[in-house]
């Protein structure tokens, strides 16, 4: 009797585990499902759109964090360093404006404009993608390869708050790993940054 009770709970908790993996959105290994959002100059954008590309640089960031912000330019820079070797950035604000207005559409496209992105600063209408990655934080990298598998989720680079003091570049290396041949390590890092904001 003590056998069964045994293995009812293990079973119970395996189901548990396995349902917290999925809300918890993907993982390291996982094949993410591609997606179609408006771009700030209103066309919809997928990562098939991207017919060359090698990986993708999706990440989840938005205007008014300050964390964000202080990581614009080095997207900027690891955008016009890595798309032309087929890894594109594609940002995506999945923020609710309803919440935090300063993520409007309409002020995605100001901050788009006086920050000359030269990648897709996408918005996620419905809050419907971010869960689907998991994401939690802006910004919030995934790193994906050309199959749309998942290999490296998490922080840009080890300094937030001041590129000159930026030691270990985890998601860089993680594409120059790619670019070896090999996995990236590590593989996983803790995102920094704002809670992504949502009326649930």
Do not use: W
């Given at each position: ?5 045994f293995l009812s709970i293990a079973l119970c908790a395996l189901t548990m585990s396995a349902f917290t993996v999925i809300s918890d959105g993907y993982g390291v290994g996982d ?170």
């Open positions: 009797m003590k056998f069964y009770t094949t993410a499902t591609d997606f179609k959002l408006k771009n700030v100059d209103g066309k919809f954008v997928s990562l098939s759109d991207y017919k060359d590309a090698k990986g993708y640089i999706v990440t989840f960031t938005c205007n008014h964090c300050p964390y964000a912000v202080m990581y614009e330019d080095r997207l900027i820079a690891l955008h016009n360093e890595f798309a032309p070797k087929g890894y594109p950035v594609v940002a995506i604000n999945p923020n609710d404006p309803a919440v935090q207005p300063a993520d409007s559409e309409a002020e995605m496209k100001v901050r788009a404009e006086e920050k000359k992105f030269p990648f897709a600063y996408l918005f996620d209408e419905g809050q419907k993608v971010y869960p689907q990655f998991g994401a939690k934080k802006t910004p919030h990298v995934y790193l994906l390869d050309a199959d749309m598998k998942v290999r490296y989720i998490g922080a840009i680079d080890d300094s937030p708050k001041d590129e000159a003091e930026v030691e270990e570049k985890y998601l860089a290396n993680a594409i120059m790993a790619l670019e070896k041949g090999k996995d990236p390590s590590p593989a996983f890092t803790k995102a920094i940054g704002c809670s992504i904001k949502s009326k649930s």
